[in-house]
């Protein structure tokens, strides 16, 4: 797990739910053919993907993470933000079964997550869709996780 700072909200967020996820969810096994599907792209944004083929599905796109703030005390900062997990699969099953992996790879590691400092981790929406680009159909799942961070405020002088 990477460490979270003030100073690094974004980035320490993004880097430990991408980590996570490219270590758990890797492959899923399929009761049609093909019998399992293998990420190809691990992506920090929609835009940056080639949809020119089959072969490049599954991607699995980590958005950067929302990090609206409040003062929670008068030394302590809450932010009550989410991050939204996008599978992009031409196989329905296969997307299913990858939300279903990417929920379980948070889940498991509630415990992980708080000790850099992400708490209440909670499924907080999901959605699905598809898109026809050509000839290939793609099914689209989305989860949203929302999360507490505290940190220290910044004290004026």
């Known amino acids: 797990m990477v460490a979270i ?4 909200l974004v980035n320490g967020i993004y880097k430990n739910f991408y980590n996570r996820l490219k270590s758990q969810v890797t492959t899923v096994s399929l009761s049609v053919s093909p ?15 080639d949809f020119s ?14 990090i609206p703030q409040e003062q ?3 030394g302590k900062t ?16 296969a997307a299913d079964k990858f939300l279903d992996s990417i929920n379980n790879a948070i889940e498991t590691y509630k415990g992980t997550f708080a000790g850099v400092g992400l708490r209440m981790l909670e499924v907080d ?10 000839k290939i159909k793609i099914h ?9 961070y505290y940190y220290s405020r910044t004290k004026a002088f």
């Open 35 to 49: 019998g399992s599907q293998t990420i190809q792209t691990y992506s920090s944004s929609y835009s940056d993907i």
């Open 78 to 93: 809450v932010v009550n933000g989410n991050i939204e997990i996008e599978i992009y699969a031409t196989n329905s099953q």
């Open 5 to 8: 700072t003030k100073s690094t």
């Open 125 to 134: 929406d999901t959605d699905s869709d598809f898109v026809e680009h050509g």
């Open 72 to 74: 929670f005390t008068f």
């Open 53 to 66: 083929s089959k072969s490049n599905f599954p991607i699995l796109v980590i958005n950067s993470p929302n």
């Open 140 to 148: 689209i799942r989305k989860v949203k996780w929302k999360f507490l």
